[in-house]
């Protein structure tokens, strides 16, 4: 519980990721105020908690100094949260060190009283992953300032949306027979979501964790071998047939699941190179000081399974990153300095209220799909995947809710407001940039509008090619998914 005494606010970098989104809210339901960092603020105030009173959303970035600085005044402690591992960086463990090194200075200037960060577990030494290395590394610059640090390191997560989580649950779902390479049988130690969150908020009032790193980690050691039979218990799979292949590398491992899996390669890559590196705990003292049940692999799969079954889904791995709103698709002008638009619009009347039609509007994509013409939208994903791609193998993180900032299979929801609009930005493979954009206006008799509008920004010869090609489909698809 907070210190009633001290009603300073938290501090979290990398609250849109997948342990931010989670930590936030139970952070706020514990009593604490709390300040998130967001590169796009409209992302965190689209979720549920976004309104909360003891919540302050600000506008920063932790590659920006002067914001993060600002961000940090008056705060007591801060989370750090962030990892640059993503398909849009080059040099991720460069990211990792500038932001690492912003956030060391800022917390002196802002004289915290501690910070927390979320690291990786796995020996220091030459054949540690590229990956492994830079989340060590980040927690040695933290180190480096005036600040206290309490470095939790933590193998593999296990819940609903974690990116590792979902490499294995989509291959041992899908491949009967699963290739693996030599180091299938490296051992390792997860631990559920659920009881990192504990050690992440029980870390603040626990004056003997400051300056210290602990090791994180169900009791049980396993390998991933041991984990992939697990796991098809839990689902109720199929005995899985895993084949170690000695020439199957980090490369080939991670195009593989890309094309098996939502992870696309550029992300999947350093987390198989990871495999190869024992991750077990060595230090076990955090547990004695933060009491809690530890979840062993079996309990931890079931947990997050059963999220999955109710189409609830926290956070994701797709949360991450800002959101980059198509600027030529509001400006309204069709011969936009940046080239020709081309736009297809549609509409509809509907005998019903906005909040009546709302429901069926928010919940297209996923397993509900796009209401006319689906095995189309399957070929276009399946095109993507092979062209390396997102195809629409993300689905959605909720059945029934959208948030700005959610993937929505290819797309991703830049804006949402309910019960009247809804825009997505393509992130399939295109010659160009695409949005698709809804809206819902009540007419004076009672009944409502709903238009559609797709919009292109082609580039190069290539693209306007892509459009004129693609023009004959919007006109079947487009008028189907209206009537449906």
Same mark, same amino acid.
């Given at each position: 519980?907070?210190?009633?005494?001290?009603?300073?606010?938290?501090?979290?970098?990398?609250?849109?990721?997948?342990?931010?989104?989670?930590?936030?809210?139970?952070?706020?339901?514990?009593?604490?105020?709390?300040?998130?960092?967001?590169?796009?603020?409209?992302?965190?105030?689209?979720? #549920? =908690?976004?309104?909360? !009173?003891?919540?302050? @959303?600000?506008?920063?970035? +932790? &590659?920006? %100094?002067?914001?993060?600085?600002?961000?940090?005044?008056?705060?007591?402690?801060?989370?750090?949260?962030?990892?640059?591992?993503?398909?849009?960086?080059?040099?991720?463990?460069?990211?990792?060190?500038?932001?690492?090194?912003?956030?060391?200075?800022?917390?002196?200037?802002?004289?915290?009283?501690?910070?927390?960060?979320?690291?990786?577990?796995?020996?220091?030494?030459?054949?540690?992953?590229?990956?492994?290395?830079?989340?060590?590394?980040?927690?040695?610059?933290?180190?480096?300032?005036?600040?206290?640090?309490?470095?939790?390191?933590?193998?593999?997560?296990?819940?609903?949306?974690?990116?590792?989580?979902?490499?294995?649950?989509?291959?041992?779902?899908?491949?009967?027979?699963?290739?693996?390479? #030599? =180091?299938?049988?490296? !051992?390792?130690?997860? @631990?559920?979501?659920?009881? +990192? &969150?504990? %050690?992440?908020?029980?870390?603040?009032?626990?004056?003997?964790?400051?300056?210290?790193?602990?090791?994180?980690?169900?009791?049980?050691?396993?390998?991933?071998?041991?984990?992939?039979?697990?796991?098809?218990?839990?689902?109720?799979?199929?005995?899985?047939?895993?084949?170690?292949?000695?020439?199957?590398?980090?490369?080939?491992?991670?195009?593989?699941?890309?094309?098996?899996?939502?992870?696309?390669?550029?992300?999947?890559?350093?987390?198989?190179?990871?495999?190869?590196?024992?991750?077990?705990?060595?230090?076990?003292?955090?547990?004695?000081?933060?009491?809690?049940?530890?979840?062993?692999?079996?309990?931890?799969?079931?947990?997050?399974?059963?999220?999955?079954?109710?189409?609830?889904?926290?956070?994701? =791995?797709?949360?991450?990153?800002?959101?980059?709103?198509?600027?030529?698709? +509001?400006?309204?002008?069709?011969?936009?300095?940046?080239?020709?638009?081309?736009?297809?619009?549609?509409?509809?009347?509907?005998?019903?209220?906005?909040?009546?039609?709302?429901?069926?509007?928010?919940?297209?994509?996923?397993?509900?799909?796009?209401?006319?013409?689906?095995?189309?939208?399957?070929?276009?994903?399946?095109?993507?995947?092979?062209?390396?791609?997102?195809?629409?193998?993300?689905?959605?993180?909720?059945?029934?809710?959208?948030?700005?900032?959610?993937?929505?299979?290819?797309?991703?929801?830049?804006?949402?407001?309910?019960?009247?609009?809804?825009?997505?930005?393509?992130?399939?493979?295109?010659?160009?940039?695409?949005?698709?954009?809804?809206?819902?206006?009540?007419?004076?008799?009672?009944?409502?509008?709903?238009?559609?509008?797709?919009?292109?920004?082609?580039?190069?010869?290539?693209?306007?090619?892509?459009?004129?090609?693609?023009?004959?489909?919007?006109?079947?698809?487009?008028?189907?998914?209206?009537?449906?």
């Amino acid at each position: 519980m907070p210190n009633n005494h001290n009603k300073q606010p938290i501090f979290v970098a990398g609250a849109g990721g997948y342990v931010g989104g989670r930590l936030v809210p139970r952070l706020l339901e514990a009593g604490y105020r709390v300040r998130a960092l967001a590169r796009s603020p409209e992302k965190l105030r689209s979720r #549920r =908690w976004g309104n909360h !009173p003891k919540l302050e @959303i600000v506008h920063g970035d +932790v &590659l920006d %100094y002067s914001t993060l600085a600002e961000g940090l005044e008056g705060c007591r402690a801060a989370y750090y949260l962030i990892h640059s591992m993503n398909p849009s960086v080059d040099d991720f463990s460069h990211t990792d060190r500038v932001a690492a090194m912003n956030m060391t200075k800022a917390a002196a200037a802002a004289e915290l009283k501690q910070i927390i960060y979320l690291g990786g577990l796995g020996e220091q030494g030459s054949g540690l992953s590229h990956h492994l290395q830079s989340r060590s590394e980040v927690g040695q610059v933290l180190q480096l300032g005036p600040v206290p640090v309490t470095v939790l390191r933590a193998a593999m997560i296990i819940g609903s949306g974690s990116a590792s989580f979902e490499i294995l649950r989509y291959l041992v779902d899908r491949l009967p027979v699963i290739p693996t390479p #030599r =180091w299938v049988d490296t !051992p390792c130690q997860p @631990i559920g979501i659920r009881n +990192v &969150l504990h %050690y992440l908020i029980g870390c603040l009032e626990c004056p003997e964790t400051l300056g210290e790193t602990f090791d994180i980690g169900q009791p049980e050691i396993l390998s991933y071998h041991k984990l992939i039979e697990i796991y098809a218990e839990e689902a109720g799979l199929r005995k899985r047939w895993i084949i170690p292949l000695p020439f199957l590398t980090p490369r080939l491992s991670s195009y593989a699941i890309h094309l098996t899996t939502p992870i696309p390669a550029a992300l999947a890559r350093p987390l198989t190179e990871g495999l190869k590196n024992p991750v077990i705990c060595h230090d076990n003292r955090i547990a004695e000081l933060l009491p809690q049940e530890l979840f062993d692999c079996r309990k931890a799969i079931r947990l997050a399974l059963e999220r999955i079954k109710r189409h609830h889904i926290e956070s994701s =791995w797709t949360d991450s990153g800002p959101i980059h709103p198509a600027e030529w698709s +509001v400006r309204g002008d069709p011969t936009w300095a940046g080239g020709k638009i081309f736009t297809d619009s549609r509409r509809v009347i509907i005998d019903a209220e906005p909040a009546e039609i709302w429901p069926a509007l928010a919940s297209i994509g996923g397993e509900v799909g796009w209401y006319y013409a689906n095995w189309l939208w399957k070929l276009r994903g399946m095109i993507d995947r092979v062209l390396g791609g997102v195809g629409l193998s993300r689905g959605r993180r909720d059945h029934l809710e959208l948030c700005t900032g959610d993937a929505l299979d290819f797309w991703r929801v830049v804006a949402v407001e309910r019960p009247k609009l809804l825009s997505l930005n393509a992130e399939m493979k295109l010659p160009g940039e695409a949005t698709l954009y809804f809206n819902l206006r009540q007419l004076d008799d009672g009944r409502t509008e709903l238009r559609q509008i797709a919009r292109f920004l082609p580039r190069g010869l290539l693209g306007l090619v892509y459009w004129y090609g693609v023009t004959p489909f919007h006109n079947y698809v487009f008028d189907g998914m209206l009537r449906g």
